[in-house]
Nanobody, 122 residues
Framework: QVQLVESGGGLVQAGGSLRLSCAASVHTFSTYTMGWFRQAPGKEREFVGGISKVGDSTYYRNSVKGRFTISRDNAKNTVYLQMNNLKPEDTAVYYC???????????????WGQGTQVTVSS
């Protein structure tokens, strides 16, 4: 069982930055591919991006490429989502997720955090 806890959300003006963190309670964090998802009000959850087990490969949806960066620190059991040049359309609840399979593009994840709200004002 993997428990995930996100933090770092908040209110920011357009053009600003936030860094989300996701701490995992698991002894074998480096055996999990990690991903970030988001869900805006009235919309379906969408995949933001993923990072491989050792952090050597990442994937991002087109709308966040060049603005968002996913990284991980396996020694701290933590994955990060650095979000720069935020736009109002980035407003959503952001979730981190974990899966014990490989592949940073596939989106079938097994474990989920509770989510953290990100609001970008115009």
């Amino acid at each position: 069982q993997v428990q995930l806890v996100e933090s770092g959300g908040g209110l920011v003006q357009a053009g600003g930055s936030l860094r989300l963190s996701c701490a995992a309670s698991v002894h074998t964090f480096s055996t999990y591919t990690m991903g970030w998802f988001r869900q805006a009000p009235g919309k379906e959850r969408e995949f933001v991006g993923g990072i491989s087990k050792v952090g050597d490969s990442t994937y991002y949806r087109n709308s966040v490429k060049g603005r968002f960066t996913i990284s991980r620190d396996n020694a701290k059991n933590t994955v990060y989502l650095q979000m720069n040049n935020l736009k109002p359309e980035d407003t959503a609840v952001y979730y981190c997720a974990a899966k014990n399979t490989s592949g940073v593009i596939t989106t079938k994840y097994q474990y989920w955090g509770q989510g953290t709200q990100v609001t970008v004002s115009s």
